[in-house]
């Protein structure tokens, strides 16, 4: 790894920041590259001439910034870009959401079925319980890495077109969309998680890794439920992104 050999000591700034910055600036510049190992804390501690209280100092704040990933017995790597989705003023899907960031998603499915709705599911989409619905289970990927696995439900008579419908490396709302389905608004909620060990396997994460969990209700135009889903989001993977927008309600 090269870098400047020397902080600057009479500068004001700790030195924990001064080093921070310039292992940032490797990893933005593309001397470090996501998945490489980043060198000990010894070797840091010689090459710029620092104790190690401020290397561990800088390498937290490196984590909290999700610019490296620290591995208990095996080291700190330079993390994944983690994939930024919005939750707010536009009611758009993944597919939608990641292109328009340059990204690309792709789908396995794992299941296309009609299924009993589970309790909450008839709940959510204003159904008599044990309704028939659709069940549209699909693990994506964002650019080649696993992402989220998705568990869709939708209105029972969506299951003809849909079994037509390239889910791969297609849109769902688009899809929706030329049928006059989709949602125009909804609600959505954030929980975070532990992963099961089958939702670890799926994810390529560790067993007990936070995950988040995003739900979701859609609705038509005419205020008609139309989709529930439950999307499990690699924590480490996503940022979830929120538009504020100020009310000139008088309180």
Known sequence: MQGPAVMDRSSPVPLHHQLKVILTEMVRSGELKPGDPFPGELRLCEQYGVSRTVVRQALVQLEFEGIVDRMRGRGTFVASPRTTQGLVQSLSGQFEDLAARGLHLRSTVRRLDVVPAPDHV?????????????????????????????????????????????????SLYAAMDERGTRPIHGRRTIQTRAASATMAADLGIRRGTPVMLLTSVGLDRHEQPVEYF???????????????VRSDAVV
């Not at 044990?130 to 209105?155: I, N």
């Not at 969506?158 to 419908?165: F, G, K, N, S, V």
């Not at 439950?230 to 504020?244: K, P, S």
């Open 122 to 170: 008839a709940r959510a989409l204003g159904l008599p319980d044990g309704a028939d619905v659709v069940l549209l289970e699909r693990l994506r990927f964002v650019q080649g890495e696993p992402w989220v696995l998705a568990v869709t439900y939708l209105l029972a008579d969506t299951i003809t077109w849909l079994r037509e419908t390239d889910l791969t490396e297609g």
């Open 230 to 244: 439950e999307a499990w989001h690699r924590g480490d993977r996503t940022v979830f992104e929120v538009d504020l």
